[in-house]
Structures are given as structure tokens and as C-alpha cells.
């Protein structure tokens, strides 16, 4: 199994970028997927997620309109576009891959299985 992040960097408050994040070695259609972020010395949270069936896409609080999640099961492909970024967003940005029962842990890292290494994104006022 393995899911390897890609997109993050360095921008500017208001700011966009994609973070994407390509699977393998598991069935990319039978799992919900996650994007997850981590500032040192803070919790691991949930930013956005999407159902295995693709229909029902989950946002943290935070996000508040700017970002989204999408995916592309042909190319076991998840997606993180984000736009007016702002400096609260540093973080590192991991991708997920799990079976979550409900609804809450849906947005809570204790419902996914695999993880990728993640990819650092740095915004600067």
C-alpha cells in the first residue's frame, strides 16, 4: 500500500495550490479518502475527505469555502485544490486512506488505515 503526496510548497497569503496525491497497492474504489494536516507541535486534523463512492465530500470548519476535494478513480488520484490560502494554513498535508463507520470519524484520523509521508505546504503573510 502506498500513497505518495505531491504539490505542496512555498506561497504568498491568498495564494492557491493543488495538492495531489496518487494510491497503489490497494483497491482505490473501496476505500474513503482524507486530507489531513499537522503544524509542529499540534493535533493531526482533518481538512477534507471524500466517500468511496465519490458522492459526499466532508470539509473542516476551517476551510469555509476554500478549498476542495476531488478525486480521479481512473488515475487512483485524490485531489486538494486550494485557493486564499493564509498563514494558519502551514502545515504538513497528508493524504489518508481508510473505512470510517461514521460520519465523525469520517473527520477524525482514528478512521484511516494508510497514510502517505505528506507534503509541506508554507503560506507567508
Known amino acids: 500500500v502506498q500513497l505518495v503526496e505531491s504539490g505542496g510548497g512555498s506561497v504568498q497569503a491568498g495564494g492557491s495550490l493543488r495538492l495531489s496525491c496518487v494510491v497503489s497497492?490497494?483497491?482505490?474504489?473501496?476505500?474513503?479518502m482524507g486530507w489531513f494536516r499537522q503544524a509542529p507541535e499540534k493535533e493531526r486534523t482533518a481538512v477534507a475527505a471524500?466517500?468511496?463512492?465519490?458522492?459526499?465530500?466532508y470539509y473542516g470548519d476551517f476551510v469555509k469555502g476554500r478549498f476542495t476535494v476531488s478525486q480521479d478513480k481512473t488515475k487512483r488520484t485524490l485531489c486538494l485544490q486550494m485557493t486564499d490560502l493564509k498563514p494558519e494554513d502551514t502545515a504538513m498535508y497528508y493524504c489518508?486512506?481508510?473505512?470510517?463507520?461514521?460520519?465523525?470519524?469520517?473527520?477524525?484520523?482514528?478512521?484511516?488505515?494508510?497514510w502517505g509521508q505528506g507534503t509541506q505546504v508554507t503560506v507567508s503573510s
Open positions: 497497492g490497494f483497491s482505490y474504489r473501496s476505500y474513503c
Open positions: 471524500i466517500s468511496d463512492a465519490g458522492d459526499t465530500t
Open positions: 489518508a486512506a481508510g473505512s470510517p463507520w461514521t460520519q465523525q470519524q469520517t473527520m477524525s484520523r482514528w478512521g484511516y488505515n494508510y
